[in-house]
């Protein structure tokens, strides 16, 4: 049996290069092609295409997927899912996740790849059950990162608690590129040990690693790899699936994909490349190596947000200042996993830390809740003395943290059904407010039909 393949570029690809701005006319343009390729899976949905279509592109993206789901007649759609957080940045209530889960996968999403920045399995317990209960496939990513406690034998236990759960793979998700060759090797081998589910790999070529580490990781037995078609690979993005599947031509491991149909698309897809470079959201930066990715453990969207940051504050000379104070702060918050939203409250507190000349002075709304247990459990023990002098004597809960949350969707529904035309509107809604109510509110205005006022 070859490799299998999961081509990103519809999702990570230009969420990794370009902050997700591809619209869906762009999306959908190389679908046909791509569809005959004969990939184990698209990643179209998700991450971060929810929030930027509704939010920058004046589009909806339950409409995107059911257009996609139109022309793929092959290959099954995927799509990313960041547990009790959806495709948001807070926890949401049980029946949302629900009402989500159910929603994505009548509008056209096979596999469902959920996951927990900080690995807390309570966290991915609603999204699993309604994942199996309306007949998704169910994979549930292990955010991979490295610390003293993140061991191969972590993740194993890990694994197996994921397998427990009903999953029906893993994904291990690399998300800062982190992933050394070596490293996977001895991962997946001690995960193919200790389970029997298939194993995806899900890296990025940040730190100059990638393809090495795929290239191990297939030695080692990894049933599938996620890859980028080429205008949409390297850099903070994933390695060339063209170049791969060349790589391969003739093993064991030989993808097989039909190269007439991913050269087709490549060139339909250069083009968009182009335009991205030209207008200045592709900046050529995120396609250079940077190793020290493998020093910081900083994934490029979250190193992108700590140069605007300190840019904004005029203070960009302390970058190197910052880089240096994110494992500190990483360490005192018990080394979680620099993925969203732990990236962006790291990076932040690592920014307000050096710019204010104290530590912890000043600390973001997240770190506080964060610190109170409302995101989970920490991987490692806490800095109690940091946790003390941020909330005091305050309780910590030790519950899962959406067990706070009462049923909120009929709510919404009631509260919406003036301009809600469908439970996929209050879902948008659910998740991204204000910025969901002013472009349905716009949709609804554009969708009425001009009265020709006629004088008698």
Same mark, same amino acid.
């Given at each position: 049996?070859?490799?299998?393949?999961?081509?990103?570029?519809?999702?990570?690809?230009?969420?990794?290069?370009?902050?997700?701005?591809?619209?869906?006319?762009?999306?959908?343009?190389?679908?046909?092609?791509?569809?005959?390729?004969?990939?184990?899976?698209?990643?179209?949905?998700?991450?971060?295409?929810?929030?930027?279509?509704?939010?920058?592109?004046?589009?909806? $993206?339950?409409?995107?997927? =059911?257009?996609? +789901?139109? &022309?793929?007649? @092959? #290959? *099954? %759609?995927?799509?990313?899912?960041?547990?009790?957080?959806?495709?948001?940045?807070?926890?949401?209530?049980?029946?949302?996740?629900?009402?989500?889960?159910?929603?994505?996968?009548?509008?056209?999403?096979?596999?469902?790849?959920?996951?927990?920045?900080?690995?807390?399995?309570?966290?991915?317990?609603?999204?699993?059950?309604?994942?199996?209960?309306?007949?998704?496939?169910?994979?549930?990513?292990?955010?991979?990162?490295?610390?003293?406690?993140?061991?191969?034998?972590?993740?194993?236990?890990?694994?197996?608690?994921?397998?427990?759960?009903?999953?029906?793979?893993?994904?291990?998700?690399?998300?800062?590129?982190?992933?050394? $060759?070596?490293?996977?090797? =001895?991962?997946? +081998?001690? &995960?193919?040990? @200790? #389970? *029997? %589910?298939?194993?995806?790999?899900?890296?990025?070529?940040?730190?100059?690693?990638?393809?090495?580490?795929?290239?191990?990781?297939?030695?080692?037995?990894?049933?599938?790899?996620?890859?980028?078609?080429?205008?949409?690979?390297?850099?903070?993005?994933?390695?060339?699936?063209?170049?791969?599947?060349?790589?391969?031509?003739?093993?064991?491991?030989?993808?097989?994909?039909?190269?007439?149909?991913?050269?087709?698309?490549?060139?339909?897809?250069?083009?968009?490349?182009?335009?991205?470079?030209?207008?200045?959201?592709?900046?050529?930066?995120?396609?250079?190596?940077?190793?020290?990715?493998?020093?910081?453990?900083?994934?490029?969207?979250?190193?992108?947000?700590?140069?605007?940051?300190?840019?904004?504050?005029?203070?960009?000379?302390?970058?190197?200042?910052?880089?240096?104070?994110?494992?500190?702060?990483?360490?005192?918050?018990?080394?979680?996993?620099?993925?969203?939203?732990?990236?962006?409250?790291?990076?932040?507190?690592?920014?307000?830390?050096?710019?204010?000349?104290?530590?912890?002075?000043?600390?973001?709304?997240?770190?506080?809740?964060?610190?109170?247990?409302?995101?989970?459990?920490?991987?490692?023990?806490?800095?109690?003395?940091?946790?003390?002098?941020?909330?005091?004597?305050?309780?910590?809960?030790?519950?899962?943290?959406?067990?706070?949350?009462?049923?909120?969707?009929?709510?919404?529904?009631?509260?919406?059904?003036?301009?809600?035309?469908?439970?996929?509107?209050?879902?948008?809604?659910?998740?991204?407010?204000?910025?969901?109510?002013?472009?349905?509110?716009?949709?609804?205005?554009?969708?009425?039909?001009?009265?020709?006022?006629?004088?008698?």
């Amino acid at each position: 049996m070859g490799v299998k393949i999961v081509e990103t570029c519809l999702r990570d690809g230009h969420q990794s290069l370009f902050a997700t701005r591809m619209n869906t006319e762009e999306v959908l343009k190389a679908l046909p092609e791509l569809d005959r390729v004969g990939y184990h899976a698209l990643e179209i949905w998700g991450g971060a295409t929810f929030d930027a279509c509704l939010r920058f592109l004046n589009e909806d $993206p339950w409409e995107r997927l =059911r257009e996609a +789901k139109k &022309l793929c007649k @092959n #290959t *099954k %759609l995927q799509m990313l899912f960041r547990g009790q957080n959806i495709l948001g940045y807070r926890h949401y209530a049980d029946d949302v996740v629900e009402k989500f889960v159910e929603k994505s996968i009548k509008n056209g999403i096979d596999i469902i790849r959920i996951f927990d920045a900080l690995n807390d399995i309570r966290n991915l317990e609603s999204a699993v059950r309604a994942t199996k209960k309306y007949g998704g496939e169910c994979q549930i990513a292990l955010s991979y990162t490295t610390s003293p406690v993140h061991t191969v034998e972590y993740y194993v236990e890990l694994a197996k608690k994921i397998e427990a759960l009903g999953a029906d793979s893993i994904c291990i998700k690399d998300m800062a590129g982190v992933l050394l $060759p070596n490293d996977a090797y =001895r991962l997946i +081998k001690a &995960l193919k040990e @200790n #389970t *029997k %589910l298939p194993i995806e790999l899900h890296s990025h070529c940040t730190a100059g690693q990638c393809e090495m580490t795929y290239l191990k990781a297939i030695e080692a037995g990894v049933d599938i790899v996620d890859c980028a078609l080429s205008p949409f690979a390297g850099g903070t993005s994933q390695p060339c699936t063209e170049a791969l599947n060349v790589a391969l031509r003739g093993t064991q491991y030989d993808p097989k994909l039909n190269t007439e149909m991913l050269d087709i698309a490549a060139q339909k897809m250069q083009p968009v490349r182009q335009k991205y470079l030209a207008n200045g959201l592709l900046n050529p930066k995120v396609l250079s190596v940077n190793a020290n990715i493998i020093k910081y453990q900083v994934p490029g969207g979250m190193l992108s947000n700590l140069i605007n940051q300190l840019k904004q504050q005029g203070a960009s000379e302390k970058l190197e200042e910052v880089l240096r104070e994110v494992p500190n702060v990483r360490k005192d918050m018990g080394y979680p996993p620099l993925v969203t939203p732990l990236s962006q409250m790291v990076g932040t507190q690592a920014v307000l830390n050096v710019l204010s000349g104290e530590r912890y002075k000043m600390v973001p709304k997240e770190i506080n809740d964060y610190l109170h247990g409302r995101y989970g459990a920490s991987p490692a023990p806490v800095d109690e003395e940091i946790r003390h002098k941020i909330i005091g004597d305050d309780k910590v809960i030790t519950y899962r943290p959406a067990d706070d949350l009462q049923p909120e969707f009929l709510e919404l529904k009631k509260k919406y059904k003036g301009i809600a035309k469908s439970d996929e509107d209050v879902l948008s809604i659910a998740l991204f407010g204000d910025v969901a109510i002013k472009f349905i509110e716009q949709r609804n205005e554009d969708a009425k039909p001009t009265v020709i006022k006629v004088e008698a």
